[in-house]
């Protein structure tokens, strides 16, 4: 079997799954602001994101004891794969812990011109050279996220085809470079639309990115597929039950994917850790050919976050409630 397979499937062994630490500078200091509205007046200093307080928080969520028998991997920031815990780089803490290092190689969602309010990922340039370093530096699969917008007329055949065309280029260097491409094309939840709109767009959107991933000779064994759950529109008035999210998505899926690929890791999109865990579950409930995990930032981290606050004497109470929403979602998988 070769090497990016066998990653791939070890990276959703059973009972495991990913955790997307991979906020840059500007969404970390979001998140770190959410807390300061939610915490007690004790808190409401806040924190400020620098290479430091990243680090600080990130060790936390890193050391906590245990943790590796749920997360697999990491995907880091560019900023986190450069430094250092207890006198390791942290790609090798990591792997010392028996968790793999992943790294974001996009450069993050940008207006798509001629095309208001829709987005197209950059960062093909140079990426080879990149990746190169980044393997140098511990990095054993990568992440691309595409974003699409449900809206009045959206999305549109350019941007899907623009984002599809993105993620099968940046795969192909990946696999040039012996590093497992997480392809993360994500329907976003925002707006009023319901669940079947949301089956329709992610259906147009993922078929096109197959197309893509061929026509660039992709290896289907040797990717993992990090899409959005079929779910109702934020905004929408009516909110589909665990059980009809379930269903649309495992239909949604069995119709677009190949089964050579070994896993689908859910993004948790916005979703609160109760919702997340909640409707991975009745995702495996009713299954698939593919290991159905996760690959989840804030529905992993938000109640850790938010116990931690910026502060030393939270440390085992935040680590405590990671390993626990962590422990959740791997029991979802069963
Ligand atoms: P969320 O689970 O918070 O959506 O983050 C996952 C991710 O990596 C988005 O690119």
Same mark, same amino acid.
């Given at each position: 079997m070769s090497t990016l397979k066998q990653t791939a499937q070890a990276l959703v062994a059973p009972h495991k799954g990913i955790l997307?630490? !991979?906020?840059s500078s500007k969404t970390i200091q979001k998140r770190f602001d959410k807390i300061k509205d939610l915490a007690s007046s004790a808190y409401k200093i806040g924190i400020t994101s620098t290479p430091e307080t990243n680090l600080a928080y990130r060790k936390m969520l890193f050391s906590t004891s245990g943790i590796e028998q749920y997360i697999s991997g990491v995907i880091l920031y560019d900023e986190t794969i450069r430094q250092e815990i207890d006198g390791q780089s942290v790609p090798k803490y990591l792997e010392n812990k028996g968790i793999l290092a992943g790294i974001k190689v996009d450069k993050g969602a940008w207006r798509l011109p001629n095309f208001e309010d829709e987005k197209i990922t950059e960062g093909l340039d140079n990426l080879r050279d990149r990746l190169t370093e980044y393997k140098e530096l511990g990095a054993k699969f990568a992440k691309w996220r595409a974003v699409i917008n449900i809206g009045e007329g959206m999305p549109t055949e350019a941007a899907i085809l623009a984002n599809a065309h993105a993620l099968a280029r940046y795969a192909a260097l990946c696999q040039e470079q012996d590093i497992v491409p997480i392809v993360e094309p994500e329907v976003l939840m925002d707006g009023p639309h319901d669940l079947q709109r949301c089956k329709e767009v992610t259906t147009q959107t993922l078929k096109a990115v197959f197309d893509e991933l061929k026509l660039y000779k992709? !290896?289907?064994?040797e990717i993992l597929l990090k899409p959005n759950m079929v779910i109702s529109g934020k905004e929408s008035s009516v909110q589909a039950s665990a059980e009809e999210i379930a269903k649309a998505t495992i239909e949604t899926f069995k119709e677009v994917v190949p089964q050579e690929v070994p896993g689908i890791v859910f993004l948790? $999109?916005?979703?609160t850790p109760d919702q997340a865990t909640e409707n991975l579950t009745a995702i495996n409930q009713i299954g698939g050919p593919w290991q159905l995990s996760y690959s989840y930032g804030r529905a992993l981290q938000d109640e850790a976050l938010t116990a931690w606050? $910026?502060?030393?004497?939270n440390i085992s109470a935040a680590q405590e409630a990671f390993l626990q929403r962590a422990r959740k979602v791997s029991e979802a998988c069963s």
């Open positions: 997307a630490a !991979d906020e992709i !290896d289907l064994e948790s $999109g916005g979703q606050a $910026g502060k030393e004497e």
